[in-house]
């Protein structure tokens, strides 16, 4: 659902910044100039980063402020064409079959470019995101294709070159204006260069711990000066630890909601245990703070709060 009218596309960097932010998505200058740049030049933007850094939340914050539908394809293995692009409703058309029969209806070809005809055809993401939309060119989300196996990735470059699809018994849909592509990927496995060389790539990394600390402001309202700043220290801390899955910006937020939603004021060393499995999600992780390595981190945490005053 559209919740906004129609924008045209941001004219500067900072005009890029400025859309971002009405969104509370507080990127940094980097980002905001491959994203002005894809806009600009028409480009798909393939944005690459560890789980939870915001990568599909700029997709999210595209069509939210540019008024744009969004749309879409989440990617796993075995994601197929029918599940990506299109398929036959079957059961109806077995049915429309049967009742053109039933009715005396003996012609075949007549039969079947009836069956074949578009209010038989189920349109998946890339499909839909070629058709025209009275709000402009939609935001197609192409999530985690890392998930997906090669084949799929082949046979996206194919439509990303040309934004058209081929559907043998109705023929050729091309768009008429491209749709805003992003794509991620966690990095789980590396993305072929061919389709890379078709985007503008961005590493979406963790924040530095100010803007982490401005984006939590911003996305939990309420949370206190000194809560949120032993939140900020407390997470960055970890990310120089040895954990197999560091927490991103997403468990960043959870974990300061949780805690405002406990009534805390500031962190204490049980209250950081109890609600560990917010912020990790992963046993060997949390285990690995066991111990005396929570009160460790966060007299450390606080100590550079009070050098910082």
Not at 7 to 22: G, V
Not at 257 to 276: F, G, H, K, M
């Amino acid at each position: 659902m559209i919740k906004n009218s129609t924008k045209m596309a941001p004219e500067s960097i900072d005009a890029t910044l400025k859309l971002l932010a009405e969104a509370n998505y507080l990127a940094d200058r980097s980002l905001a100039t491959v994203l002005f740049l894809a806009l600009k030049m028409g480009r798909p933007i393939f944005l690459e980063g560890e789980a939870g850094v915001g990568k599909t939340e700029i997709a999210k914050v595209l069509s939210s402020t540019l008024g744009r539908r969004l749309i879409r394809l989440q990617c796993y293995e075995g994601l197929d064409v029918s599940s990506a692009v299109y398929e036959w409703n079957y059961a109806a058309q077995m049915i429309a079959i049967r009742a053109a029969e039933a009715g005396g209806e003996h012609d075949s070809a007549r039969i079947q470019d009836d069956v074949f005809s578009e209010r038989f055809l189920i349109k998946r993401p890339l499909l839909q995101a070629l058709e025209p939309d009275p709000a402009g060119a939609p935001v197609l989300l192409v999530d985690e294709l890392d998930r997906s196996d090669e084949a799929f990735e082949a046979f996206l470059l194919e439509i990303l070159a040309d934004f058209q699809v081929t559907i043998p018994e109705l023929g050729t849909v091309k768009a008429g204006h491209p749709p805003i592509v992003v794509i991620t990927s966690n990095r789980t496995r590396e993305i072929h260069d061919a389709l890379k060389r078709r985007c503008l790539y961005h590493w979406v990394g963790y924040p530095s711990a100010t803007r982490e600390l401005d984006i939590v402001r911003a996305k939990v309202p309420g949370i206190g000066k000194k809560l949120s700043e032993q939140v900020v220290g407390f997470v960055q801390a970890l990310r120089k630890q040895d954990l197999f899955k560091s927490p991103g910006v997403a468990e960043t937020l959870d974990w300061a909601t949780a805690l405002s939603e406990l009534d805390a004021i500031a962190l204490d060393p049980a209250q950081v245990s109890d609600t560990l499995g917010v912020l990790l999600k992963y046993q060997d992780d949390i285990a690995r703070l066991e111990g005396g390595k929570v009160k460790e981190l966060l007299d450390q945490v606080q100590a550079e709060l009070r050098a910082a005053e």
